[in-house]
């Protein structure tokens, strides 16, 4: 059975079929709400209340085919809320600053890492986009901006990850090994 399938069948109140599209998509929830809150807790909550209102609404989603766009809106809104409740210094103060002794540089270099070291409003773009494997058109509609908004996000944030990767590899092919 197809998604699209899955998805008239919880529009018209099936709850299973419900369950079956969130399970396929936790994931991809999970891991976006974690780039946008960080906080496990949140991470936590902000699901729980997307996943109550998408069930909640469901019935309301006009094109089966956008459930996961829609999805992702319910979860980016929720996700907003909760960062308007909280101080963002707050957040960036508990991400701690870890330097392993003896390590080897190159296994500190992680795309997820560097990912979710950029401004929210690339991050979210590039998770959705390269993570999450949305197309422009289903970035833009979950974020409600223009296509070109996204494309022009996507293009800094390559841009900024680039310049990071370039500067990390210069600085450690000038590095003797010991």
Same mark, same amino acid.
């Given at each position: 059975?197809?998604?699209?399938?899955?998805?008239?069948?919880?529009?018209?109140?099936?709850?299973?079929?419900?369950?079956?599209?969130?399970?396929?998509?936790?994931?991809?929830?999970?891991?976006?709400?974690?780039?946008?809150?960080?906080?496990?807790?949140?991470?936590?909550?902000?699901?729980?209340?997307?996943?109550?209102?998408?069930?909640?609404?469901?019935?309301?989603?006009?094109?089966?085919?956008?459930?996961?766009?829609?999805?992702?809106?319910?979860?980016?809104?929720?996700?907003?809320?909760?960062?308007?409740?909280?101080?963002?210094?707050?957040?960036?103060?508990?991400?701690?600053? #870890?330097?392993?002794?003896?390590?080897?540089?190159?296994?500190? =270099?992680? $795309? &997820?890492?560097?990912?979710? +070291?950029? /401004?929210?409003?690339?991050?979210?773009?590039?998770?959705?986009?390269?993570?999450?494997?949305?197309?422009?058109?289903? #970035?833009?509609?979950?974020?409600?901006?223009?296509?070109?908004? =996204?494309? $022009? &996000?996507?293009?800094?944030? +390559?841009? /900024?990850?680039?310049?990071?990767?370039?500067?990390?590899?210069?600085?450690?092919?000038?590095?003797?090994?010991?």
């Amino acid at each position: 059975m197809d998604s699209t399938d899955l998805v008239n069948q919880a529009i018209q109140g099936d709850r299973e079929a419900f369950i079956r599209l969130i399970r396929d998509i936790e994931n991809a929830l999970y891991n976006t709400a974690k780039s946008m809150l960080r906080k496990e807790e949140d991470v936590a909550d902000a699901i729980q209340e997307t996943i109550l209102n998408a069930y909640k609404s469901v019935h309301t989603l006009r094109e089966p085919r956008y459930f996961k766009t829609w999805l992702f809106r319910i979860l980016i809104n929720e996700c907003n809320t909760m960062l308007s409740r909280r101080s963002l210094s707050t957040a960036y103060a508990d991400v701690p600053s #870890v330097k392993r002794e003896h390590s080897n540089p190159y296994d500190e =270099v992680d $795309m &997820r890492e560097a990912v979710d +070291r950029l /401004e929210e409003s690339k991050r979210i773009v590039v998770v959705l986009h390269y993570f999450e494997d949305l197309s422009l058109r289903q #970035v833009a509609d979950a974020l409600n901006i223009s296509e070109s908004a =996204v494309k $022009m &996000r996507l293009t800094r944030a +390559r841009q /900024e990850l680039y310049q990071k990767f370039k500067n990390f590899r210069e600085v450690n092919l000038h590095v003797k090994p010991v």
